[in-house]
Structure formats: C-alpha cells, structure tokens
C-alpha cells in the first residue's frame, strides 16, 4: 500500500508540473512584450490545493484510516434508506408533487423563474433520456428538436393566431416528423458516428433557422408571441367563461408543471413497457436484440421519435414563456447542457435526471458570482462523472436479473 | 474562369488546413476507436498559442527585423504546446477510460472539449483576438487572380508537415508500431510495442498537426477566437471520414476535397449556407459509402 502510494504521488507531481508548463504561457505571455508568473502560479495553486486535499482524502479513505467518521456515516446512512424503505413509495410520490404544487404559493418571483427553468430542462431530459439513457444512443443535436418546437409554436401564434394548447400537439408532431427525417438516415449508423451526425443535424438546423429570413426572421428572432391562455367560469353576470392568457409566472409554473408531470408518467410507462425492454435491449447489445426478434431500426426511429416530441413540447413551452425566439437559444451548448444533466444524473433513471437538472440549474443560480465557470465546470463535471462514477448520481434500477449477476 | 480559378486557388488553402485537422481525427480513431471531441480545441488552442508567441515577439521588435524566423519559431514552439496539452488530456480523460464502454470515453471527451474551449475563453477573453502579423501581405496577382503570399506560405507548411508524417508514418520504426498498434493492440503489445507510449504519441502528433493548422488559420483570417475549434472540427471529422476513417492519405484527401466544396458551394450555390455543405457531404458519405474513399472494410461496431 505505502508503495502504491509513493507512486501515485510522483505521478500527481509530474502531472502538476505538467499543469504549470501548460498554464503558464496562456496567463503569463502577454501582448505588450512582458512575461509573469504571478497570475499562473494563482491559479496554478488553486488547483495544487484542491487536488491535493482531494487526493489525500481518498488515500486516507483507501487506507482505512478514516474508519472513525466513515463508518458512522454509513450507519446513519443505512438507517435513513431503511427508513424511507419502510413508509411506501406513492407517499413520497406524492408529498414530491404536494411540495411542487404549494411551491408558488412560498415563493417570490426569482425562484419561480428559476424552477420554470428546471422544469423545461426535466421535460429535455427526459425526452432525451429516451433516446441516450433507453436506446443508448449519443444524440448531440437534440436541442434542434426543442428548437423545432418552439418555431412552430411561435410561427402558428404569429401567423394564423392559434393559441398554446391548439399548437402543442402541431409543435410535438412537427419535433417528431423532424425526428424521423434526421432519423431515418442516420440511424442505421452506431455509437460514435451518430453522435457526429446529430451533432451536424442540430447545426444544419440552427444555421437554416438563422438564414431563412422569409419564415424565421434570422438572427434577430421573432417577438410578441402569446403566451397560453385558459377559460375559466365566470359568474359575474349569470355563467359565463372568459378568456384568461397566463401571464403571471405562478400561472405558467403551473402550466410547465403539468406538462413536466405528463413527460414524467409517459417515460415511467414506456421505460417499464414493451417497447422499453425492446430499446434497453438494444442498449446493451444491438446484435442479440436484432437476433431474438427485435425490430431494431423500427424501434430506434421510434426512440428517436419520441425523444423529440417532448424536446418539441419543451421548446413550444419555451416560446410562450420567453415570447421571444432566436436561433440563439438553439446552440450546440444547449445540447451538451441537456446531455450532461441526463449523464450526471444517471441514465435511465428518472429520479435522477430530476436530480441532475436540479444541480446544473440551481446551483449556477446560488453561486452567482462564479457564473463565468458555469460551462467550464460542467466539462469537468462531465468527464470526472465518467472517470469516477459513470452510473450517475441515483443509477438506474435494471429490470431483472442478468445472468453473471445472478451469481454462479 | 478567373472566378473559378480563384475559388479553386482558395479551396486548396482551407483544403490544406482541414487536412490537417482530420489528420489528427483518422490517427487517434485508427488506434484507439475514439472521436477525439477535443481535437478541434487543440486547433483552437493553436491559434491562440500563435497569437500569444507572435504579438510577445512583435513587442519586442522581432517582427520587423526577422519576421520568419519568428513565425518558424512560433509554429514549433506552438506544435510542441498542443502536444503536450493533448498528451495530458489523453492521461486524464481517455486513458482510465480505456476498456470503458465507448459511451463513456465518448462523453469524457465531449466534457474536455467543453471544459478546455471554456478554459480558453477564461484566459482568453470573450472577444476576437488579432493577429499582429503583417507578414505574407500582398502577392502575386495574372490578371483577376490573386495569390497571396500567405496562401504560399500556407500551403508549402502544409506539404511540408504532410510529407513529413508520412516518412514518419511510413519508412521509421516508430512508425510501423503506430501501424502495429492500431491493427492489433495485443499483438503489437506482446512483440515487445509499448501500446500506451505509442497512443501518447498519436494524440502529440495529431494536436501538433492541428495546432499548425491553428496558426495559419489565425494568420489567414487575421484573428482567433475561443469557439473557432468547434465548426472546423466537425468539418475536419467529415473529411476524416469521407477518405475512410483510420488512413492517412484518405484524410488528406477528404480534406482537400471538403475544403473545395465549401468554397465553390459558397462560391456557387450560397455564401449563407457554405457550412451545411460540409455535413450535408458527412451525411451522404456514411448513408452511402461508410468506408469513404479509401478505407477498408469495417465492423459492425464502427458504423
């Protein structure tokens, strides 16, 4: 143990020189012909300190000389699952949800505003949970689906006046036919070229949107869409219903809940159906799954399909809550940003991506001040997940057994 | 036919800098089955290493007393820069990963692209970047065309790295380990080839190739920005695929080849749109020929 040790620590010194000699020339050259040290070795410490309280932490921990406080975490820890093992899981559901509709009535503006956002981005990631978490394939240009979307909400509310709830199922079924278009091509391919090829889809997507100036208006967007509407009785003057647009914030809280809820039951119901066995079965080897029956290429589009209209659902929400479009909120950023919730969550699991979309949304919004290293520690985050925890934060319960888990 | 000639003159500029880039993609995907995401970042890191070493040595004055020399300096200096950046990111991010599922190493990949074209922009700044150089100003002009020192100058580095790889490639011992390497790791391994030695150096070479193409890039349009990696590195990725993903002329080719189209599809058809074609080209290729021009037969794995 004391050797693997002193190997270890003479390879984190190699790699913190290594770090010094890459860092020092982007923050220590500058243009004005002078050379300084101060800023990068700052930084260059920042790091230094960091790591090494985090490795020591974990050769404590390998050692065993942190018995004296791991353990009783464990214990404590134990108690707390055994405890919420012993009350059933519709009560959780269901206090989860009671929370989720009191929420406005507790809260000011800023932190409606902010769980709006967390909603839009559970309803992505979820939707694009079924086509990387189910199916297991590596989409990257999701996003244009959400843009997809929204333009078709904003554009019908523009053009031919249809309000929110008469459009939302135009905007999920255009997501969807533009799910199978990009599909139908690119889904005879595996793993990593798909990945290229959606990636180059959601960019084909967003440069047309910013150059088609006829439909789209281009780069400066389009403005003054109205947000969803409601009637509701009235008995002022005998019974009647007016007509109510939702422009207060708690009103369209309540409108992305509900469609956050029904995302939620949907991808519950298809995980555990058929089809979700069909796609997991895919997931985990594509030539077996053909082999025993499985329709591949059939259930794949229909992934695909699927995935894209609640990214289509999203984005309509999207427009009517902004009111405003540009081709802008469609980059490829907003991908990686959707993706890397559903992989810091953990794949599959749909606690989990409501975790993960927690933790990339609120956290940002707490530590203000650090904004500007929102994106760089979600890269971190992104590849650390994969170095150290690859299943996520709450990993996803397999249905049945495997066979070399089965013991034997 | 001026205006084509032009067009054809600029095509194998930007062929020539794609080459470089897909260069890198074909290598690493040969021997370790991997789209480096973080291979355009090297580019754009490059660029901005360009940036740095050249306008440290304009304030000094070197510019105007030994303007090539210091540009020699500064492409070497910063080749050997992206090298060892990308020799740590594949210790950190890939090699842990290496018997992973590919999903894993794939998004691990993704997250240092995010993480270092962030990086970039912290140290950076947000804003374009200017070149300081004046260099490779004017040229020669027949008539309606002009060809531009730089496109010269660019063009001979260009030849000049893409010989050298293939000697290095092809006639050195090193060489036919990489080859040993991305056709058997076991074997090459059990012959007595240091399979990890030879993936660090794959990485080096190929940021190294790519971070040359990063300083011309910066010298030819004049400025570096911290995203400019991310759209050349897809176009790059298809010309990779497009000459068959894992052969090195392939890449060459495909680069030259995407290069030309971009530049008479904006040429031609529509300025607007001149980076669809690049992808539209990535789509048809895999739909229709997923071994590219030269490749070899592949798995079921691969596509």
């Keep these: ?408 | 036919m001026e205006f084509f000639l032009q067009q054809l003159i600029n095509g194998i500029t930007l062929g020539g800098i794609y080459a470089l880039i897909a260069l890198g993609y074909t290598m690493v995907y040969g021997i370790i089955q991997l789209i480096n995401f973080a291979h355009g970042e090297f580019f754009a890191a490059g660029g901005y290493m360009g940036v740095i070493l050249l306008s440290y040595l304009a304030a000094h004055g070197y510019m105007t007393t030994h303007p090539w020399l210091c540009l020699g300096g500064a492409l070497v200096l910063t080749m050997i820069y992206c090298a060892g950046l990308a020799m740590a990111v594949e210790k950190v991010a890939y090699k842990p990963l290496r018997y992973a599922s590919r999903l894993s190493v794939l998004l691990s990949a993704l997250g240092m692209s995010i993480f270092l074209q962030n990086g970039l922009m912290l140290t950076q700044g947000v804003y374009d970047k200017p070149y300081p150089s004046s260099l490779g100003q004017g040229g020669f002009e027949f008539g309606m065309i002009t060809l531009s020192y730089l496109q010269i100058l660019i063009v001979a580095v260009t030849v000049i790295l893409l010989v050298g790889l293939n000697a290095l490639v092809f006639k050195t011992r090193i060489g036919k380990a990489m080859r040993a390497t991305a056709q058997d790791k076991v074997m090459s391994s059990l012959v007595g080839i240091n399979s990890n030695k030879i993936i660090s150096l794959t990485f080096a070479l190929g940021a190294g190739l790519a971070a040359a193409a990063g300083v011309m890039v910066g010298l030819y349009y004049g400025s570096v920005r911290y995203d400019m990696g991310f759209i050349p590195g897809i176009k790059a990725f298809a010309a990779a695929v497009l000459g068959g993903i894992g052969n090195i002329t392939g890449a060459m080719l495909g680069g030259l080849i995407i290069g030309m189209v971009e530049i008479f599809g904006a040429g031609y058809i529509s300025g607007q749109y001149k980076d669809v074609f690049a992808f539209i080209i990535l789509i048809a290729v895999l739909y229709f020929m997923p071994t590219g021009i030269m490749g070899e037969n592949i798995d079921d794995t691969r596509v």
């Design chain 1, 1 to 408: 143990m004391i050797l693997e040790s002193k190997k270890i620590w003479k390879n984190y010194a190699i790699g913190l020189v290594w770090l010094f000699v890459l860092l020092w020339p982007l923050l220590g050259i500058h243009d004005d012909g002078s050379l300084t040290v101060g800023r990068a070795f700052r930084v260059w410490l920042y790091v230094l300190v960091a790591t090494f309280l985090c490795l020591s932490l974990y050769l404590l921990h390998k050692n065993d000389i942190l018995k004296w406080v791991t353990s009783p975490m464990a214990k404590v820890r134990n108690r707390v699952t055994a405890a919420a093992g012993a009350l059933p899981n519709w009560f959780w559901v269901l206090s989860v949800l009671t929370g989720a509709v009191l929420f406005p009535l507790f809260s000011h503006r800023y932190a409606q505003d902010v769980a709006i956002n967390v909603l839009i981005y559970v309803c992505l990631g979820l939707g694009l949970n079924i086509v990387v978490g189910l199916a297991g394939m590596l989409d990257l240009g999701y996003i244009a689906f959400y843009g997809v979307g929204a333009y078709t909400y904003a554009l019908l509310n523009l053009q031919y006046g249809m309000s929110f709830w008469v459009a939302l199922p135009f905007a999920a079924f255009f997501a969807c036919i533009s799910g199978c278009i990009i599909g139908y091509p690119t889904l005879r391919m595996r793993g990593d070229y798909l990945a290229i090829v959606t990636l180059g889809f959601g960019e084909i997507v967003r440069i047309i949107l910013n150059n088609w100036m006829e439909l789209t208006n281009g780069p400066n967007g389009l403005l003054g869409i109205k947000p969803p509407g409601i009637y509701y009785p009235s008995f002022a003057h005998g019974f009647s219903l007016e007509f109510l647009y939702l422009k207060k914030l708690h009103y369209l809280y309540y409108v992305i809940l509900f469609l956050c809820i029904f995302t939620i039951v949907a991808v519950y119901r298809l995980n555990y159906s058929r089809i979700g066995r069909a796609w997991e079965a895919i997931r985990e080897d594509e030539t077996v799954a053909e082999l025993m029956g499985v329709n591949t290429f059939r259930l794949k589009l229909l992934a695909y399909a699927m995935g894209a209209i609640f990214g289509g659902i999203a984005g309509a929400f999207f427009s009517a809550r902004m009111r405003f479009v540009s081709p802008e909120s469609f980059s490829f950023l907003e991908s990686a940003m959707v993706l890397s919730m559903v992989v810091l969550g953990g794949m599959a699991s749909i606690p989990g991506i409501i975790l993960g979309t927690f933790a990339l949304i609120v956290l940002p919004e707490v530590f203000r001040e650090v904004e500007l290293y929102r994106m760089l520690a979600f890269g971190a985050a992104m590849t650390l997940m994969m170095l150290f925890r690859p299943e996520g934060l709450i990993p996803a319960k397999r249905v049945g057994t495997r066979s070399e888990e089965r013991g034997g």
